[in-house]
Every structure is written in structure tokens, then in C-alpha cells.
């Protein structure tokens, strides 16, 4: 049986509400209520149908992708390619979708089955991050693109450019990497552990032949991204040495 909300979660609207407690989170209300809903089922609730959000949620990525980049082309007017493929990718990555999420109070409205209830999937990264998106995507289904840019824009106005904003260490290595050795890292899941509510990752990067970071997140995601700020860690290390070498030889 689906669960519509967690007792971890303090008491709220009564479940029929739910869905009126996210319009009024995100300001935006629904002419075709069954979006929203849709856009709040998971498929553990769905009783072996296609009635929940996974199509949703592959159309809200890409909106999100196309209102955040139109945010930062007018916020950097001389942003180059680079900078601006990285302040996206900083912005649109699971994490940050999440805690969007959480914001607006999405988990505790969301209709999940009874196994994913018990373990934890109100709080998992991967069901918040994807809900979250399912429910831009319903927006844009209602609605079209300026209303879900707007609710687009009035979630993520501060963090355009803001300390909030993380680096995307794996895109800065594969730019490095290119620079420095005409060639692209690799990445490879090393270790996986834990029970699927707490999952633990390591991953490790080659760059050639060369091992040059190794990295543990919650996800492979974050894995990836901590050994490829170890990645850039070492070679700027290697970068440094170098031009220390070369300023003794010129002495």
C-alpha cells in the first residue's frame, strides 16, 4: 500500500492537501491537477503501472537544463562556454535538486510504496532530485515553458553565481585533462557497500595509465566528483613542482 508521508516528518496537511502544500510552495497552481499528482507518485507506488513520474522526470531535466542555462547567459553576458557549462553543472546535479526538495517540503508530499517507505526513500537524493524534476516537468506539461522557467527562476535566482554554487571538479578535470595530456580520465567503481538507504562508493580515476585519484561519496556521482578533485589536486601539485624545477634551471 502507498504511503503518503513519513511519521519522521512532522504533522502537516492531511494527504488530499499535499499536493495544494507544493503549489503553494512553488507558486504556481495546476490547471490539470493529475500532472501534479503524477509528478508526486513513485514507481513503487504504482503498482506495476506506468502511472508515476519517470516520463516526467526525463522532460523536467531538460527543462531545467534550458531555463538554468538562459538564467546564466544573462548573468554572465561575457561568460565563456566553459564557465558557464560548469555554473550549470554545479547548479543541476542531483545534491543541489535535492535540497531544492527539501525546500519546498516535496518528500514528505510524495506517494511512495510501503517497502520504499520503510527504507527511507523520503530522504534519499535519488528519489528528491528526481521528483523535483518531475515536477518541472509537470509544470511545463501544464503549462508551457515561461511558467516553469519562472518557478525555475524563483528557486534558483540566489544561487546563480552565489557561494552557494559547487565546483564541477569533473568538469574542470576532463578540460585539464585535455589541456595538459589530449586525452579524457576514466572513472570505475572500485567498491560498493552499505544497505540501498546508506550506499557507500568509491571511485577511482585513470588519466593514461596513470592512477591519479580515488574518491568515496553516497552516490557514484559524488564519488566521481571527490576523485576528481583529488585528480586536481595532483596535477596541480605536479604543475607547481614543475614550474618550481624550471625556475631553478633558469637561475
Same mark, same amino acid.
Given at each position: 500500500?502507498?504511503?503518503?508521508?513519513?511519521?519522521?516528518?512532522?504533522?502537516?496537511?492531511?494527504?488530499?492537501?499535499?499536493?495544494? #502544500? !507544493?503549489?503553494?510552495? !512553488?507558486?504556481?497552481?495546476?490547471?490539470?491537477?493529475?500532472?501534479?499528482?503524477?509528478?508526486?507518485?513513485?514507481?513503487?507506488?504504482?503498482?506495476?503501472?506506468? #502511472?508515476?513520474?519517470?516520463?516526467?522526470?526525463?522532460?523536467?531535466? @531538460? !527543462?531545467?537544463?534550458?531555463?538554468?542555462?538562459?538564467?546564466?547567459?544573462?548573468? *554572465?553576458?561575457? $561568460?565563456?562556454?566553459?564557465?558557464?557549462?560548469?555554473?550549470?553543472?554545479?547548479? =543541476?546535479?542531483?545534491?543541489?535538486?535535492? &535540497?531544492?526538495?527539501?525546500?519546498?517540503?516535496?518528500?514528505?508530499?510524495?506517494?511512495?510504496? %510501503?517497502?520504499?517507505? %520503510?527504507?527511507? $526513500?523520503? #530522504?534519499?537524493?535519488?528519489?528528491? @532530485?528526481?521528483?523535483?524534476?518531475?515536477?518541472?516537468? &509537470?509544470?511545463?506539461?501544464?503549462?508551457?515553458?515561461?511558467?516553469? /522557467?519562472?518557478?525555475?527562476?524563483?528557486?534558483?535566482?540566489?544561487?546563480?553565481?552565489?557561494?552557494?554554487?559547487?565546483?564541477?571538479? %569533473?568538469?574542470?578535470? /576532463?578540460?585539464?585533462?585535455?589541456?595538459?595530456?589530449?586525452?579524457?580520465?576514466?572513472?570505475?567503481?572500485?567498491?560498493?557497500?552499505?544497505?540501498?538507504?546508506? %550506499?557507500? *562508493?568509491?571511485?577511482?580515476?585513470?588519466?593514461?595509465?596513470? #592512477?591519479?585519484? =580515488? $574518491?568515496?561519496?553516497?552516490?557514484?556521482?559524488?564519488?566521481?566528483? &571527490?576523485?576528481?578533485?583529488? &585528480?586536481?589536486?595532483?596535477?596541480?601539485?605536479?604543475?607547481?613542482? @614543475? $614550474?618550481?624545477?624550471?625556475? /631553478?634551471?633558469?637561475?
Amino acid at each position: 500500500m502507498a504511503q503518503w508521508f513519513s511519521p519522521a516528518y512532522p504533522p502537516g496537511p492531511e494527504p488530499a492537501q499535499r499536493p495544494l #502544500q !507544493v503549489e503553494l510552495a !512553488v507558486g504556481y497552481n495546476f490547471i490539470r491537477p493529475e500532472l501534479l499528482k503524477l509528478a508526486l507518485t513513485h514507481p513503487s507506488a504504482a503498482e506495476g503501472t506506468d #502511472q508515476h513520474y519517470e516520463r516526467l522526470e526525463f522532460l523536467g531535466d @531538460a !527543462v531545467l537544463d534550458l531555463a538554468i542555462a538562459d538564467m546564466l547567459m544573462r548573468h *554572465f553576458p561575457n $561568460g565563456t562556454e566553459g564557465l558557464l557549462s560548469r555554473q550549470r553543472a554545479s547548479i =543541476v546535479n542531483a545534491r543541489t535538486l535535492a &535540497a531544492k526538495a527539501e525546500s519546498i517540503g516535496l518528500g514528505q508530499c510524495m506517494l511512495l510504496g %510501503k517497502g520504499e517507505e %520503510k527504507s527511507g $526513500g523520503r #530522504q534519499k537524493t535519488s528519489i528528491l @532530485a528526481a521528483g523535483f524534476e518531475a515536477l518541472i516537468g &509537470a509544470i511545463y506539461s501544464d503549462s508551457g515553458l515561461a511558467p516553469a /522557467q519562472r518557478v525555475v527562476e524563483r528557486l534558483f535566482g540566489g544561487d546563480i553565481g552565489g557561494p552557494s554554487v559547487e565546483r564541477d571538479y %569533473k568538469t574542470e578535470l /576532463q578540460e585539464t585533462a585535455h589541456r595538459c595530456f589530449r586525452t579524457h580520465p576514466t572513472y570505475e567503481v572500485i567498491s560498493e557497500s552499505g544497505p540501498d538507504h546508506a %550506499k557507500r *562508493f568509491i571511485s577511482r580515476i585513470r588519466i593514461g595509465t596513470r #592512477q591519479l585519484g =580515488v $574518491g568515496e561519496g553516497p552516490s557514484k556521482k559524488l564519488a566521481e566528483q &571527490a576523485a576528481a578533485r583529488e &585528480a586536481l589536486n595532483v596535477i596541480q601539485a605536479e604543475q607547481a613542482r @614543475a $614550474g618550481d624545477a624550471d625556475d /631553478q634551471r633558469r637561475r
